[in-house]
C-alpha cells in the first residue's frame, strides 16, 4: 500500500496493546455517537449531571483543566446540526468536530470522548473560537459560511470495501507521513497524498483556493502534493505530540491531536520553485489542534479537517493518552513531550 515498512512496523508495534477485541457489551459506532449527543445537549444546558460522566471524569479545555461547568460549558448557546464523527468501539474513543454559538459568536469545537462501561471518563476539547472580536484563531469564519450547519463532505461518511480497509497500524501510518512531511517541510518527504486531497483549517480552505487576479499563490492556492512538495510549511519546526485518538476502520477516519511549534528561528527560506518566503512572526508560537484524516480506498489521504489555535509556545497537551508517534525534531531538541 506504498507505506514505508520501518514505520508501519513502529505503529503496530505502539498499537499493538491497544488491539483487543471488540466484544458485545462494548459501545459500538450508534452508541457512541448517541454519547456525544447526549454530552453536547448536557453543555448546552450547562448541567454536567445530564452528560452520563463518571464521577472522576476529566475535562480540559485548550489544554487546561477546568471543572464542570466552565469555559465553553457556561458560555455555550447554540449547538448546531453539523457533525464529523470519528467512532472507536475498539478503543471506547469518539471523537467529533461540531459547530456552535458562544455568547452569539461562532466556534468551532473538536472533542475527544472516552467512554467506559457506559460512562464518560476523558473529556478533551479544542475550541476554535472563529470570532474576529477574539484572538487565538488563525482563521476566522469564512464569508458566507453557515455558522452552525452543513454536512461533512462525503468520503468521510463512507464506507470503505472490506477488502480495501486498511487495520488501525497502517491508518496511524499513513496519517504520521503528513506530520512528518510538514516538520521542517523541504518537500523531500512527500506525505502519501490522494489527487482529490483537500483541508479545511477552522472550517477555512487551505488547499486548492483559486488564485484572484493579480495575486501570488501561496501555500492555499496549491493542491496537498504541491505545497508539501514546493517546501511552503519550512517554518513548521517540531510536529510535536502526535497522538492518534480515535480511528474508524470502516471509513478510513483518523482522529488526532498535534502541537505545530514555530521557533521563529527560520525568518527567511526558498522554495523548490526559488521563490523566497519571509516569515513574519518575530517571535516563537504554537497551534494546538486535532484533525480528522480521511484515507480511502487506495491508502492515501484523501480528506483533512481541523480545528486548531493559538497556544504558549512549548504548551503540551495535558493528556499522555492516546497512541504516541515520534517527533524527530523535538527527540533531536530534547523536548519533553509528556
Known sequence: MGVRLSAALCVAAM??????PVTAAQCDRACLQGVAETYLSAMLAHDPGKAPLARDARYTENGVELRLPD?????????????????????????FFAKAQENGAPVLVGTRLKVEHGKITQIESVVGRLSSTLGGSPFGLPKGQDPLDGSPRPQFLTSLPTG?????????????????????????????????CHRLENLTATTNVPLAPGRTANSMNYSCAQAFELGFY?????????????????????YAGIFLDHDATVRS?????????????????????????????????????????????GMRPGWSTG????????RKDGFKEY
Open 15 to 20: 498499537l499493538g496493546p491497544a488491539l483487543a
Open 71 to 95: 469555559g465553553l460549558w457556561r458560555t455555550v448557546d447554540k449547538v448546531g446540526s453539523y457533525r464529523l464523527y470519528v467512532a472507536d468501539p475498539q478503543g471506547h474513543a469518539i471523537g
Open 164 to 196: 480495501k480497509r486498511r487495520s488501525r497500524e497502517q491508518l496511524a501510518a499513513i496519517v504520521n507521513t503528513y506530520f512528518t512531511g510538514i516538520e521542517n517541510n523541504s518537500g523531500d518527504k512527500p506525505p502519501l497524498f490522494a489527487p482529490d
Open 234 to 254: 519550512h517554518e513548521d519546526t517540531r510536529m510535536r505530540n502526535r497522538r492518534i485518538l480515535a480511528v474508524d476502520v470502516e471509513r478510513g477516519l483518523v
Open 269 to 313: 527560506y526558498k522554495l523548490r520553485d526559488g521563490r523566497t518566503q519571509t516569515v513574519k512572526n518575530t517571535g516563537p508560537w504554537t497551534w494546538d489542534a486535532q484533525e480528522i484524516f480521511q484515507v480511502n480506498a487506495d491508502g492515501k489521504i484523501s480528506q483533512v479537517e481541523a480545528v486548531l489555535l493559538s497556544v504558549p509556545y
Open 323 to 330: 497512541v504516541h508517534l515520534p517527533s524527530p525534531a523535538a
